[in-house]
């Protein structure tokens, strides 16, 4: 079954600090690829998807993640994070064949942005 | 429009007791999912229901039962609820393919 990896559990930067989240899934194939977003106290919302085409994803607030199949990786990136940035973000895969549309979580990224 | 309810947002319960999650989109989605969201393990499918009418078991089916009860409602039922069961659960729904809307969460707590 698929899996997937988040590298980094809890992240500190300073604001207008890059951002780079890694996220790994185990294995090739035709993926979907999502990262989400959970701000405290609220409910998770979809940053940026990946279905196919250009594998520079832009999402939304600034986000954009890069699909390389090669490393199978999808990392979360943003140039000059913000106090409320601050969240946790969850990087997921559809799993097997996607009639289901079965999504399969990383563990999770707690970013804390320093203002 | 209200996109993904739950009820309730809070529950504590004694182990041995039973509930059920109440989860209920109005968006005309075919597919929902029960999630729980336990700390460092990410969010981890329960149970989904494909369409109207079928039900599968996910990754941590064990202790829950499900019920797809029409098209809008999927609700959870903990027979025998154990500490281990402490958790955040996540109902989400979309239609097959699409962006997965999720709801608020309830936060539930077996001592």
Redesign the interface.
């Known amino acids: 079954a698929q899996s997937v990896s988040q590298h980094n559990h809890h992240v500190i930067l300073s604001e207008a600090a890059s951002l780079e989240l890694g996220c790994n899934y185990s294995y090739g194939g035709t993926v979907n690829l999502f990262w989400y977003v959970q701000y405290p106290g609220q409910h998770l919302q979809l940053l940026l998807k990946y279905f196919s085409g250009d594998p520079l994803v832009k999402g939304i607030k600034g986000f954009e993640a890069e699909f390389i199949k090669s490393k199978f990786s999808f990392n979360l990136r943003k140039p000059s994070v913000q106090w409320s940035d601050t969240a946790e973000y969850f990087c997921a895969v559809v799993d097997g064949s996607g009639n289901t549309g079965k999504l399969i979580f990383g563990q999770g990224t707690t970013l804390q942005v320093k203002p | 429009n209200a996109g993904v309810t739950q009820t309730p947002k809070f529950q504590v319960l004694k182990t041995g007791q039973s509930m059920t999650l109440q989860c209920a989109q109005d968006m005309n989605h075919n597919?929902m999912?029960w999630?729980r969201q336990d700390p460092?393990?990410?969010?981890?499918?329960i149970y989904?229901s494909?369409s109207e009418g079928t039900t599968?078991k996910?990754?941590v089916p064990n202790g829950y039962n499900v019920s797809r009860l029409n098209k809008r409602e999927f609700s959870l039922r903990l027979e025998s609820a154990a500490p281990s069961q402490t958790s955040v659960y996540?109902c989400?729904s979309?239609f097959?393919?699409?962006?997965?809307f999720?709801?608020?969460?309830t936060r539930l707590t077996v001592l």
């Open positions: 597919s999912y999630y460092g393990m990410g969010l981890r499918l989904y494909a599968d996910g990754e996540f989400a979309n097959l393919g699409g962006k997965k999720f709801g608020p969460g």
